[in-house]
């Protein structure tokens, strides 16, 4: 078992809920401490109830767990939220001078710790700094060294200048000083140890905005949609360094169109959206995909349908993604499974949309979106990143072969591998156009029939190219000979392995991050005593796709209530397959 | 005059299928010799095209284009022009692309002033569906689809524009080929989102917004003395719906476009061979 500790802060939002556990993450992350955050919160600007949750071990997390240590409640509400995850050991932090805790009573036997969170914060130089308070003290109840905390202070306040900075730290170290002056940390048998490791802490988002820009994107062009809103914010004021531009369009449909326009004039392009956004953009992906035009259309998921659940955990729009838009158009689906592979895999949907001229969905979700986690900086490769961009022309001698003996240029020619070439406005004897309507070779519109079926012809052999020349492969966990399988595809990697790890039985566990092309695993599937699908939404839709490729039926783990899955939730999923019954009741 | 490519360099190898006798060949003759009388290139000019008869302009001139889908041309051409500002960007459309399904990019076009022409081939009509009203067609057109009339004001592209703070607002008119070419040269050196709204009568399903119509209402704001820095002056001939005006009613002579007020200078598309520097700067971020 992981030697982990569960932390968070709960209240309404509007309560600084966020930035909190972030300073907090960051000073675990700046200890040497690996760290895995998860958060919940609504649509809302205030009120409700939000909070932010944080694992900490000294080994990689990769998952939340059903379990909490200690919490700074805010609110009542937030010890409700929770009492399902807190124990007999749990410490509660709270401030019992606040009306919002008014007649608390403490849940069974923990501990509560009760701090006058916002009179200390007063005396530091302002109410404001209240959760810093609550910080302090869990340095101090967790035996976590306060320096750690105030460096991290310093990086989050320093834009804000010195005083700012001074007066937090002292606002932390009041709430330290509370706890050592009126309680026995000793007793609580909380230690946060630290180590020299480094480690960078980041999200699904802005991994994604990070490996975009490193992978060359210079136009971003996005509509705000929770929750992928932060790879917008991310890339303003850091794509400009690099010569980028970020356009917040009108709607979804201008901003994948704007995308499309810097597209055709050479320029790595993307835009990303979350479900409401990628209905409005089908019709112009269909374009895209026509045109042959390379571009990364990103999809944070969240639950759908229609406006579902904003800021909840879904992976429904698989299909969308896989079938959405009339006609029969060309893509590639990448989700990646961690956070770390969504840097990766935003370069090579960059690299994969310019090599094919096909359009990219990368599909992130809310939990990767949302959560913060460590790692080690060199798995961020960022200065070694192999930027490859097809058949593009540049040069007007480069041009010739691709000349028809009118000496015109063949944006769609009829290549035995599929892949035409590309050119920019700018280059002299490239000069072409390109239709949404079926064309010929170059790009003129055309419904003879030869023609038409010689050009949907091409744009599929381009797929088989890239099913040829490109590793679409599983990642692989757990036992390689155990005929029990575990598949899953995105962001339930973390978890899964966590689960399988709890397991009695030894299981094999593939995880995709390719939807589409995929790695063909039927004979595996076909071989296997047992296959398990876990994915989040309603209909199991990878499942689906699995047991078309491989013409056999697998067992579904599904979950759809808007919350990810925790790793002890899979255990006990597996299990109830995989355990005799009488184990199961004890 | 001319210092880059001539007319016939513009021109495709393609005839156009329009109707004998329609607006869109006198437009689109127009906007070929505005183009080589502004010293434009066909390599240099990038050409966005809606869905409609208008739309058809894409396959028979000759520059770099593109023909999308029907309503969005405009975010195209916005995006190439950001991303390139070296291009001439051109965008031409119909009044159903521009000022119906694709009314919203319309507007935030106009006040987001980059740095491109939007021509509007106004026949107030939809031609290719074979006669439905569209968004300027007059409140008594009967069509396919307003058997008696349309019962709703015609939109008014002028004035949308103007409520949007557009930098450059014009009118032209097909057939009068001398007036359309100067404002569209006009609206090409302007420095910013020029507008130009071509009247390029329908002669198939249009009897009422006729060649007659227009030659014998139409009023050139030359002939009255409008000076188009005068946004009073402007207001007032555009929202006066008893005349159709033609020329530039109104140009800001201080528009500053999209690209400059960003910083925008450089083609997006080249990318150096080696890892930026700085780029280590954004993991730096995250210790």
């Known amino acids: ?149 105030n460096g991290s202070l310093e990086k989050q306040f320093s834009r804000k200048g010195s005083e700012i900075v001074e007066n937090n730290k002292k606002a932390a170290l009041l709430g330290h000083n509370y706890i050592l002056e009126n309680y026995n940390p000793s007793d609580f048998g909380y230690i946060l140890e630290c180590t020299d490791a480094t480690y960078v802490l980041l999200n699904g988002d802005e991994a994604i905005g990070m490996g975009a820009i490193a992978a060359g994107c210079r136009l971003y062009a996005g509509y705000p949609i929770t929750p992928a809103t932060a790879i917008m914010n991310y890339m303003q004021g850091r794509i400009e360094q690099f010569g980028g531009h970020v356009i917040q369009a009108e709607d979804e449909i201008s901003a994948i169109n704007i995308a499309l326009g810097a597209a055709r004039t050479g320029a790595r392009a993307m835009t990303a959206t979350s479900g409401p956004g990628i209905d409005l953009m089908t019709e112009t992906f269909g374009l895209v995909s026509m045109t042959e035009t390379p571009l990364v259309i990103c999809n944070v998921m969240r639950a759908g349908p229609s406006t579902g659940m904003p800021t909840k955990q879904e992976q429904g729009d698989l299909n969308t993604m896989l079938y959405g838009g009339h006609g029969e158009c060309e893509r590639f689906i990448l989700a990646p499974t961690t956070i770390a592979e969504c840097f990766h895999k935003t370069v090579e949907a960059f690299n994969l949309a310019e090599k094919y001229n096909v359009p990219v969905y990368l599909t992130g979700d809310l939990s990767l979106a949302v959560t913060d986690q460590t790692y080690p900086p060199d798995e961020f490769d960022i200065e070694s990143i192999q930027i490859e961009r097809g058949l593009f022309l540049t040069k007007t001698s480069d041009l010739e072969p691709w000349l028809n003996s009118q000496g015109q240029f063949k944006p769609h020619a009829d290549t035995e591998d599929g892949v035409s070439p590309r050119t920019l406005p700018g280059i002299e004897g490239g000069i072409h156009m390109v239709t949404g309507l079926e064309h010929d070779e170059l790009g003129r519109r055309t419904e003879h029939p030869p023609t038409r079926e010689k050009q949907v012809q091409k744009r599929k052999r381009k797929l088989k190219t890239a099913i040829e020349q490109e590793n679409f492969d599983y990642r692989e966990f757990g036992s390689p000979d155990s005929d029990i399988l575990v598949i899953s595809w995105g962001s339930n990697e973390g978890a899964i392995i966590e689960a399988i790890g709890q397991l009695e039985q030894k299981v094999r566990f593939l995880s995709f991050p390719y939807v589409s092309p995929r790695p063909d695993i039927s004979e595996t599937i076909q071989n296997a005593s047992m296959v398990f699908v876990i994915e989040c939404n309603a209909s199991g839709q990878f499942a689906t796709l699995l047991e078309h490729d491989s013409l056999t039926r697998v067992t579904r783990i599904l979950k759809y209530d808007g919350v990810r899955f925790s790793a002890d939730e899979i255990a006990k999923e597996l299990n109830s397959y995989l355990l005799p019954e009488e184990v199961m009741l004890k | 005059m001319s210092t880059g490519a001539n007319f016939a360099d513009f021109k495709s190898d393609k005839k156009p299928t329009w109707c004998p006798g329609c607006g869109d060949f006198g437009t689109m003759n127009g906007i070929l010799k505005a183009l080589s009388n502004t010293g434009a290139t066909p390599e240099n000019t990038f050409f966005v095209a809606g869905i409609g008869c208008s739309g058809k302009i894409g396959t028979y001139i000759r520059t770099y284009s593109i023909h999308g889908v029907h309503g969005r041309a405009l975010p195209v051409g916005c995006g190439a022009k950001i991303a390139n500002p070296n291009l001439e960007v051109m965008v031409a459309g119909g009044d159903g692309d521009g000022f119906s399904i694709g009314a919203a990019h319309f507007i935030h076009a106009v006040r987001r002033n980059v740095n491109m022409t939007y021509i509007v081939m106004d026949n107030r009509i939809y031609g290719l569906t074979k006669g439905q009203y569209s968004p300027t067609s007059g409140t008594d057109l009967k069509t396919n689809t307003s058997p008696s009339g349309t019962h709703m004001p015609p939109l008014d592209p002028l004035a949308l524009a103007l409520s949007s703070q557009g930098t450059f607002i014009a009118q032209a008119f097909s057939s009068d080929l001398k007036r359309l070419i100067e404002i569209l040269e006009a609206a090409i050196n302007h420095n910013g989102f020029a507008f130009v709204n071509v009247f390029s009568p329908c002669v198939t399903y249009n009897k009422v917004d006729t060649y007659q119509y227009f030659r014998e209402t139409l009023v050139d704001v030359n002939d009255i003395g409008h000076d188009p820095a005068d946004y009073e002056a402007a207001k007032k001939l555009i929202f006066d719906h008893e005349t159709e005006y033609q020329g530039i009613l109104y140009q800001n002579p201080n528009s500053i476009s999209y690209e400059d007020s960003h910083g925008l200078d450089s083609p997006m598309w080249k990318l150096p061979e080696t890892p930026p520097e700085g780029i280590m700067n954004l993991l730096r971020e995250f210790y």
């Open chain 1, 1 to 149: 078992m992981i030697d982990d500790l569960n932390w968070a802060i709960g209240g309404e939002a509007g309560h600084g809920i966020d930035s909190t556990g972030k300073i907090f993450a960051q000073a675990l992350s700046r200890a040497g401490r690996h760290v895995f955050t998860s958060k919940v919160f609504s649509s809302l600007i205030r009120g409700g109830y939000t909070s932010y949750k944080i694992r900490t071990a000294l080994v990689p997390v990769q998952s939340v767990v059903d379990r909490m240590d200690v919490l700074i409640a805010l609110t009542k509400r937030t010890v409700e939220e929770n009492l399902s995850q807190l124990h007999d050991k749990s410490l509660i932090i709270y401030d019992g001078e606040r009306t919002m805790m008014k007649d608390f009573e403490l849940p069974r036997n923990m501990t509560g710790l009760n701090v006058p969170l916002q009179r200390l914060a007063e005396e530091a130089g302002g109410a404001i700094m209240r959760n810093i308070v609550a910080l302090g003290a869990t340095c101090a109840a967790t035996n976590f060294p306060l320096s750690n905390l």
